[in-house]
């Protein structure tokens, strides 16, 4: 299984980016799929959740929501990120993860999580 992550760049603050996770040797509208980032000198921390098809239950961070949109589209086996109202805070290096499991209950605990990208970074600054 692997997972690209990409999309990630320098955009000043309000600003939108759109991040992909495209999926290879695992059908991701099978399983949940989830996005976390890691701030420099924090620790990585869950940022949304999409659980498998049958359901497409989403979940957020606090700090995300009504920014932050995650979606999926199945005949690209892909999963996005659509990222608006960016802030400062919102810089990290950014990595998607799934795994087989079907619904986003703990999905903030990456050990949970068996299969990751490699990372994007996401710079807000101007």
């Known amino acids: 299984v692997q997972l690209q992550a990409s999309g990630g760049g320098l955009v000043q603050p309000g600003g939108s980016l759109r991040l992909s996770c495209a999926a290879s040797?695992?059908?991701?509208?099978?399983?949940?799929t989830a996005w976390f980032r890691q701030a420099p000198g924090k620790e990585r921390e869950g940022v949304s959740c999409i659980s498998a098809s049958f359901d497409e239950a989403t979940d957020y961070a606090d700090s995300v929501k009504g920014r932050f949109t995650i979606s999926r589209d199945n005949a690209k086996n892909t999963v996005y990120l659509q990222m608006n109202s960016l802030k400062p805070e919102d810089t990290g290096v950014y990595y998607c993860a799934t795994d087989t499991v079907n619904y986003c209950s703990g999905y903030t605990a990456a050990r949970a999580w068996g299969y990751w990208g490699q990372g994007t970074l996401v710079t807000v600054s101007s």
């Open positions: 040797g695992l059908t991701l509208d099978y399983y949940a």
